[in-house]
Protein backbone atom coordinates (compact mmCIF):
# COMPACT_ATOMS: atom_id res chain seq x y z
CA UNK A 1 0.00 0.00 0.00
CA UNK A 2 1.27 3.29 -0.75
CA UNK A 3 1.95 6.38 1.16
CA UNK A 4 -0.11 9.24 0.23
CA UNK A 5 2.90 12.21 -0.72
CA UNK A 6 0.87 15.19 -0.05
CA UNK A 7 3.78 17.83 0.48
CA UNK A 8 7.72 17.98 0.14
CA UNK A 9 9.78 20.36 1.53
CA UNK A 10 13.29 20.86 -0.10
CA UNK A 11 16.31 22.07 2.31
CA UNK A 12 19.13 23.21 0.85
CA UNK A 13 22.34 22.52 3.56
CA UNK A 14 26.25 22.52 3.02
CA UNK A 15 28.13 19.24 3.93
CA UNK A 16 30.84 21.32 5.92
CA UNK A 17 31.69 24.69 7.50
CA UNK A 18 31.29 27.34 4.99
CA UNK A 19 34.59 28.55 5.60
CA UNK A 20 36.34 25.06 4.37
CA UNK A 21 34.78 25.45 0.82
CA UNK A 22 36.37 29.00 0.47
CA UNK A 23 39.68 27.62 1.73
CA UNK A 24 39.19 24.68 -1.16
CA UNK A 25 38.35 26.98 -3.48
CA UNK A 26 41.30 29.55 -2.76
CA UNK A 27 43.57 26.83 -3.14
CA UNK A 28 42.31 25.25 -6.12
CA UNK A 29 41.85 27.88 -8.12
CA UNK A 30 45.50 28.98 -7.13
CA UNK A 31 47.18 26.04 -8.83
CA UNK A 32 47.14 27.67 -12.06
CA UNK A 33 47.85 24.06 -14.15
CA UNK A 34 44.09 23.39 -14.38
CA UNK A 35 41.72 24.78 -17.07
CA UNK A 36 38.56 26.33 -15.27
CA UNK A 37 35.25 26.29 -17.22
CA UNK A 38 33.62 29.26 -18.43
CA UNK A 39 31.10 29.89 -20.63
CA UNK A 40 31.83 31.42 -24.33
CA UNK A 41 32.11 35.18 -23.84
CA UNK A 42 31.51 37.95 -26.99
CA UNK A 43 30.59 40.86 -28.01
CA UNK A 44 28.07 42.20 -30.85
CA UNK A 45 28.91 45.24 -32.58
CA UNK A 46 26.21 47.02 -34.83
CA UNK A 47 26.23 49.94 -36.54
CA UNK A 48 24.68 52.88 -34.68
CA UNK A 49 26.51 55.96 -34.01
CA UNK A 50 26.62 55.54 -30.05
CA UNK A 51 29.45 52.86 -31.38
CA UNK A 52 31.91 55.31 -31.93
CA UNK A 53 31.75 56.95 -28.34
CA UNK A 54 33.15 53.24 -27.02
CA UNK A 55 36.18 52.34 -29.32
CA UNK A 56 38.74 52.17 -26.51
CA UNK A 57 36.41 49.55 -24.57
CA UNK A 58 35.21 47.36 -27.68
CA UNK A 59 38.91 47.19 -28.18
CA UNK A 60 39.89 46.00 -23.99
CA UNK A 61 36.81 43.18 -24.71
CA UNK A 62 37.66 42.47 -27.98
CA UNK A 63 40.92 41.15 -26.02
CA UNK A 64 39.41 38.22 -24.67
CA UNK A 65 35.96 37.95 -26.03
CA UNK A 66 34.90 36.40 -29.75
CA UNK A 67 33.37 39.32 -31.99
CA UNK A 68 30.84 39.30 -33.85
CA UNK A 69 29.71 42.03 -35.61
CA UNK A 70 27.16 42.49 -38.64
CA UNK A 71 26.85 44.37 -41.61
CA UNK A 72 29.28 47.60 -42.58
CA UNK A 73 30.34 46.86 -38.72
CA UNK A 74 32.65 44.67 -40.27
CA UNK A 75 34.90 47.92 -42.02
CA UNK A 76 34.41 50.28 -39.27
CA UNK A 77 35.80 47.40 -36.18
CA UNK A 78 38.54 47.04 -38.74
CA UNK A 79 39.38 50.81 -39.09
CA UNK A 80 38.37 52.86 -36.31
CA UNK A 81 39.34 49.73 -33.40
CA UNK A 82 41.98 47.90 -35.32
CA UNK A 83 39.97 44.68 -34.04
CA UNK A 84 39.25 41.85 -36.35
CA UNK A 85 35.97 39.79 -36.11
CA UNK A 86 35.81 36.58 -35.78
CA UNK A 87 32.19 36.09 -37.21
CA UNK A 88 30.40 38.58 -39.30
CA UNK A 89 26.89 37.95 -40.32
CA UNK A 90 24.70 39.50 -42.85
CA UNK A 91 21.32 39.14 -44.31
CA UNK A 92 19.95 41.54 -46.81
CA UNK A 93 18.89 40.10 -50.00
CA UNK A 94 19.25 43.18 -51.97
CA UNK A 95 22.47 44.06 -53.76
CA UNK A 96 23.58 46.42 -51.12
CA UNK A 97 24.72 43.78 -49.05
CA UNK A 98 27.70 43.66 -51.05
CA UNK A 99 28.85 46.75 -50.24
CA UNK A 100 28.71 46.19 -46.75
CA UNK A 101 32.52 44.04 -47.09
CA UNK A 102 35.45 46.11 -48.61
CA UNK A 103 37.62 43.99 -48.33
CA UNK A 104 37.14 39.99 -46.53
CA UNK A 105 39.32 39.28 -43.93
CA UNK A 106 41.41 35.70 -43.50
CA UNK A 107 40.05 34.62 -40.35
CA UNK A 108 36.73 35.74 -40.06
CA UNK A 109 33.90 33.02 -40.63
CA UNK A 110 31.24 35.27 -42.73
CA UNK A 111 27.58 33.99 -41.65
CA UNK A 112 25.55 34.17 -44.34
CA UNK A 113 21.57 34.09 -44.43
CA UNK A 114 20.70 32.14 -46.84
CA UNK A 115 18.61 34.96 -48.56
CA UNK A 116 21.51 36.61 -48.72
CA UNK A 117 21.93 38.21 -52.73
CA UNK A 118 24.08 35.93 -54.55
CA UNK A 119 26.46 38.47 -55.46
CA UNK A 120 28.48 39.09 -51.77
CA UNK A 121 28.50 35.02 -51.45
CA UNK A 122 30.18 34.68 -54.99
CA UNK A 123 32.81 37.09 -53.99
CA UNK A 124 33.39 35.73 -50.67
CA UNK A 125 34.19 32.25 -51.63
CA UNK A 126 36.04 33.38 -55.39
CA UNK A 127 38.02 34.94 -52.57
CA UNK A 128 38.23 31.49 -50.55
CA UNK A 129 36.90 33.38 -47.23
CA UNK A 130 34.94 30.52 -44.49
CA UNK A 131 31.25 31.17 -45.47
CA UNK A 132 28.64 29.67 -43.49
CA UNK A 133 24.88 29.83 -44.29
CA UNK A 134 22.13 29.87 -42.04
CA UNK A 135 18.40 30.10 -42.46
CA UNK A 136 15.86 32.85 -40.98
CA UNK A 137 12.68 31.80 -40.67
CA UNK A 138 10.08 33.17 -43.51
CA UNK A 139 7.56 30.89 -44.83
CA UNK A 140 6.11 27.61 -45.81
CA UNK A 141 7.92 28.21 -49.85
CA UNK A 142 11.49 29.07 -48.45
CA UNK A 143 11.40 26.10 -45.60
CA UNK A 144 10.49 23.66 -47.72
CA UNK A 145 13.64 24.46 -50.11
CA UNK A 146 15.83 25.10 -46.98
CA UNK A 147 14.84 21.03 -45.79
CA UNK A 148 15.75 20.52 -41.97
CA UNK A 149 18.58 22.78 -41.35
CA UNK A 150 18.39 25.02 -38.19
CA UNK A 151 15.88 28.13 -39.08
CA UNK A 152 15.97 31.00 -36.29
CA UNK A 153 12.75 32.20 -35.13
CA UNK A 154 11.26 35.47 -37.11
CA UNK A 155 12.92 38.65 -36.23
CA UNK A 156 13.23 42.06 -38.17
CA UNK A 157 16.80 42.86 -38.08
CA UNK A 158 19.87 41.01 -38.85
CA UNK A 159 21.24 41.97 -35.34
CA UNK A 160 18.13 39.86 -33.14
CA UNK A 161 18.76 36.85 -35.22
CA UNK A 162 22.65 37.14 -34.66
CA UNK A 163 21.49 37.14 -30.89
CA UNK A 164 19.91 33.96 -31.80
CA UNK A 165 22.52 32.33 -33.59
CA UNK A 166 24.83 33.56 -30.94
CA UNK A 167 22.64 31.01 -28.21
CA UNK A 168 22.68 28.77 -30.72
CA UNK A 169 26.20 28.11 -30.93
CA UNK A 170 26.78 28.01 -27.50
CA UNK A 171 27.55 32.09 -26.34
CA UNK A 172 26.28 32.72 -22.92
CA UNK A 173 27.82 36.31 -22.74
CA UNK A 174 26.86 39.03 -24.57
CA UNK A 175 27.73 42.96 -24.58
CA UNK A 176 26.52 44.47 -27.25
CA UNK A 177 27.44 48.16 -28.97
CA UNK A 178 25.84 49.86 -31.43
CA UNK A 179 22.76 48.56 -31.65
CA UNK A 180 21.19 51.63 -31.21
CA UNK A 181 17.88 51.74 -33.14
CA UNK A 182 17.77 55.35 -33.95
CA UNK A 183 19.54 58.22 -35.12
CA UNK A 184 21.17 61.02 -33.57
CA UNK A 185 20.83 64.50 -35.26
CA UNK A 186 24.23 64.51 -37.34
CA UNK A 187 24.42 60.69 -38.23
CA UNK A 188 22.76 57.66 -38.38
CA UNK A 189 25.68 55.20 -38.43
CA UNK A 190 28.82 55.00 -37.11
CA UNK A 191 30.33 55.29 -40.73
CA UNK A 192 29.18 56.67 -43.79
CA UNK A 193 26.24 54.22 -44.82
CA UNK A 194 25.09 57.34 -47.92
CA UNK A 195 25.36 54.26 -50.18
CA UNK A 196 22.17 52.42 -48.71
CA UNK A 197 18.92 54.35 -49.00
CA UNK A 198 17.83 55.70 -45.43
CA UNK A 199 13.87 55.09 -44.74
CA UNK A 200 11.99 58.24 -43.46
CA UNK A 201 12.87 58.85 -39.75
CA UNK A 202 9.97 59.55 -37.26
CA UNK A 203 10.32 60.95 -34.09
CA UNK A 204 9.21 58.23 -31.03
CA UNK A 205 8.86 58.97 -27.29
CA UNK A 206 9.67 56.59 -24.80
CA UNK A 207 9.69 57.65 -21.52
CA UNK A 208 9.40 61.25 -21.57
CA UNK A 209 12.77 60.97 -24.26
CA UNK A 210 12.49 61.60 -27.76
CA UNK A 211 14.44 59.31 -30.06
CA UNK A 212 14.49 59.75 -33.89
CA UNK A 213 14.27 56.25 -35.75
CA UNK A 214 12.56 54.48 -38.73
CA UNK A 215 9.60 52.17 -38.65
CA UNK A 216 12.01 48.96 -38.46
CA UNK A 217 14.20 50.53 -35.80
CA UNK A 218 11.90 50.74 -33.58
CA UNK A 219 9.98 47.76 -34.28
CA UNK A 220 13.44 46.46 -33.43
CA UNK A 221 13.88 47.96 -29.99
CA UNK A 222 10.29 47.23 -29.38
CA UNK A 223 11.03 42.80 -30.67
CA UNK A 224 14.21 42.94 -28.33
CA UNK A 225 12.76 44.13 -25.76
CA UNK A 226 9.96 41.29 -25.64
CA UNK A 227 12.73 38.55 -26.73
CA UNK A 228 15.10 39.65 -23.53
CA UNK A 229 13.43 37.74 -21.12
CA UNK A 230 13.53 34.72 -22.95
CA UNK A 231 17.26 34.52 -23.85
CA UNK A 232 18.28 34.88 -20.66
CA UNK A 233 15.68 32.35 -19.39
CA UNK A 234 17.77 30.39 -22.25
CA UNK A 235 20.92 30.90 -19.97
CA UNK A 236 22.26 33.79 -21.83
CA UNK A 237 23.63 37.13 -19.78
CA UNK A 238 22.91 40.29 -22.34
CA UNK A 239 24.56 43.85 -21.51
CA UNK A 240 23.80 46.68 -23.72
CA UNK A 241 25.82 49.83 -23.98
CA UNK A 242 24.31 52.86 -25.58
CA UNK A 243 22.34 55.92 -25.35
CA UNK A 244 19.69 55.00 -27.97
CA UNK A 245 15.80 53.92 -27.79
CA UNK A 246 16.90 50.21 -28.07
CA UNK A 247 19.76 49.90 -25.08
CA UNK A 248 16.50 52.55 -23.31
CA UNK A 249 14.07 49.58 -23.91
CA UNK A 250 16.59 46.99 -22.64
CA UNK A 251 16.84 49.03 -19.45
CA UNK A 252 13.45 48.80 -19.06
CA UNK A 253 13.15 44.97 -19.51
CA UNK A 254 15.78 44.16 -17.50
CA UNK A 255 14.51 46.09 -14.50
CA UNK A 256 10.88 44.03 -14.92
CA UNK A 257 12.58 41.07 -15.31
CA UNK A 258 14.47 41.23 -12.56
CA UNK A 259 11.35 42.59 -10.42
CA UNK A 260 9.82 39.25 -11.41
CA UNK A 261 12.53 37.14 -10.74
CA UNK A 262 12.89 38.29 -7.38
CA UNK A 263 9.17 38.00 -6.51
CA UNK A 264 8.94 34.35 -7.57
CA UNK A 265 11.77 33.58 -5.47
CA UNK A 266 10.49 35.53 -2.57
CA UNK A 267 6.94 33.30 -3.30
CA UNK A 268 8.61 30.24 -3.60
CA UNK A 269 9.90 30.57 -0.19
CA UNK A 270 7.15 31.75 1.75
CA UNK A 271 5.58 28.55 -0.19
Known amino acids: MGIELKRVEFIHGLNAPVDSFLSNIKTNCARGDLPQFKTRRAILVAGGPSANDHVEDIKAKAAD ?3 WCVNGAH ?3 RRACGVRPRYCVLMDASPVVDTFISKPLDGVTYMTASQVHPSLIDRLVGAGMDVMLWHAALNADAHAIIGDATITAPANTVGLHTLQLMCLSGVRHVTIYGMDSSHRPDADHAYDNSHQHAADEIEFYYQGKVYRATGTWAAQASLFARMYPMFVRAGMRIDVVGDGL ?21 AQKAA
Open 65 to 67: AEV
Open 75 to 77: DWL
Open 246 to 266: LPAMWATAREALTSELISTHA
